[in-house]
């Protein structure tokens, strides 16, 4: 199994301005994710982090609002830029250890609050 | 369009009682199915996995079923304990990557 930390666990930011949410793998991963929570919702994928390249982003989420960021097989980073309090949910950071793996792992989740 | 619907939407229990949850699904080519379990503030984590050929898979008081010619899956909870509170989550994938996740049963279990 992947054992994975977020880093804020919580925050709570006032609008317009923008946060960054680490993700750390103790070990490679093939494939990291983001989603978000909103309140009693279940998740929804924002993005697939890409090690070296851009990160492919879901419909209705743009790299411009959700900067990722992913400089090698352990760490991952999710910015929510100008944020305003729509934004406030809780952020998780999930893995696979390889493309082909049934297995998925979700870190504890980052939640935000925007006032 | 792919979908996951769970039902029922929430449950309340007596601890030591046993429950199911449902899953029904639209998803296809069918992968595997999953249910989550995710505590408040937590993030969720995986109780079983089953592709195609399973049907059924346990663990511990957690048995799913799966019936892939209905595109039903169901989570019998048996016993049930207060710690066994929690959003029960079932997320369907297609064959290549794609996940499909559904709302969600958020379940009590009360002493």
């Known amino acids: 199994s992947a054992v994975i930390s977020q880093k804020p666990s919580r925050d709570i930011c006032q609008r317009g301005t923008s946060l960054t949410i680490q993700c750390q793998v103790d070990?490679?991963?093939?494939?990291m994710f983001w989603y978000r929570q909103q309140p009693g919702q279940s998740l929804t994928l924002i993005a697939t982090a890409n090690q070296g390249s851009e990160a492919t982003y879901e419909s209705g989420f743009v790299i411009d609002k959700f900067p990722i960021s992913r400089p090698n097989l352990t760490f991952s980073t999710l910015t929510v830029s100008n944020m305003s309090p729509e934004d406030s949910s809780i952020y998780l950071c999930?893995?696979?250890?390889?493309?082909?793996?049934?297995?998925?792992?979700f870190g504890p989740g980052t939640r935000l609050t925007v006032t | 369009k792919n979908q996951v619907e769970q039902s029922p939407q929430s449950l309340i229990i007596l601890e030591g009682k046993n429950c199911t949850l449902q899953?029904?699904?639209?998803?296809?080519?069918?992968?595997?199915l999953r249910w989550y379990k995710q505590d408040t503030g937590r993030g969720p984590v995986s109780l079983t996995i089953?592709?195609?050929?399973?049907n059924t898979k346990s663990n511990g008081r957690y048995t799913a079923t799966l019936d892939a010619d209905t595109k039903q899956s169901s989570l019998h909870i048996t016993a049930s304990q207060l710690s066994d509170s929690a959003s029960y989550i079932c997320?369907?994938?297609?064959?290549?990557?794609?996940?499909?996740f559904g709302p969600g049963t958020r379940l009590s279990v009360l002493p």
């Open positions: 999930s893995v696979k250890a390889r493309a082909s793996s049934y297995e998925q792992y």
């Open positions: 899953c029904n699904y639209t998803v296809s080519p069918f992968s595997n």
């Open positions: 997320v369907v994938s297609e064959q290549g990557q794609n996940f499909v």
């Open positions: 070990s490679q991963v093939t494939m």
């Open positions: 089953m592709t195609f050929s399973e």
